[in-house]
């Protein structure tokens, strides 16, 4: 089983829409999550950190759930710049090496 | 945030030769780097982690002596690839981050280099 699993998708959604992604960790141990962004040939950018209670930013919404090692990232009204690769990253184990475990990526695509 | 500079962007070398990538941190010091490698459409994998002033450690499938990390400043990593040859063809990535202080969470990476062994 691979440490971080997410869906590559694509996703292809309108402009306006609200898409999710979910992504599953496999060490219940970990303690730190985040979303990045990643275009085409670029590197990753971090988009947001994921927190025990959820955050917003904006259009964009994270959430983690423990309990079924899971978080994940909502967008709202969707813009035709959001589209590109999510990466759900995870800092495995409890200890704070920062080693980011990426997961796969999830690519979006939104249309006119 | 934290501005990290990877040099060269893009390279193409002949197989059998030598190729080092430079990572920076240019605005902070970074005890730790990691090399990440990226094959299309899949994701990014950790090839080693680099503390200044120590040996690297490798990830399991990762040859140490193919892929040559220095890491001997808190400013610089490099990472060499030694006697290329095509499948080392890639998306070659570093990232940084500063154990101490109150960002000591987040990593920045650099720019990435393309690399393409003909």
């Known amino acids: 089983r691979k440490e971080v699993e997410q869906d590559p998708g694509p996703f292809n959604v309108p402009e306006g829409a609200t898409v999710a992604f979910n992504c599953t960790y496999s060490?219940?141990?970990?303690?730190?999550f985040f979303w990045y962004r990643q275009d085409c040939r670029k590197e990753p950018k971090l988009l947001m950190s994921?927190?025990?209670s959820g955050n917003e930013d904006g259009r964009f919404t994270a959430q983690l759930n423990r309990a079924s090692q899971y978080i994940s990232l909502l967008i709202r009204d969707s813009k035709l710049s959001d589209s590109a690769t999510y990466l759900c990253v995870v800092i495995p184990g409890s200890s704070n090496t920062g080693k980011l475990i990426f997961g796969q990526g999830t690519t979006l695509q939104v249309k006119p | 945030g934290a501005v990290v500079s990877q040099h060269p962007s893009w390279v193409i070398c002949k197989s059998g030769t030598s190729v080092k990538i430079e990572c920076r941190s240019l605005d902070f010091q970074a005890t730790t780097m990691f090399w990440y490698r990226q094959f299309p459409k899949q994701s990014l994998m950790l090839m080693a982690t680099s503390n200044e002033g120590s040996k690297a450690t490798y990830e399991q499938g990762v040859e140490k002596d193919k892929f040559l990390i220095n890491h001997a400043s808190l400013t610089l990593s490099t990472l060499t690839v030694t006697s290329a040859h095509p499948e080392d063809s890639s998306f070659y990535i570093c990232?940084?981050?500063?154990?101490?202080?109150?960002?000591?969470?987040?990593?920045?990476f650099g720019q990435g280099t393309r690399l393409t062994v003909v």
């Open positions: 990232s940084a981050r500063d154990a101490r202080g109150i960002r000591n969470t987040e990593a920045f």
């Open positions: 994921v927190y025990s």
């Open positions: 060490n219940s141990a970990s303690q730190s």
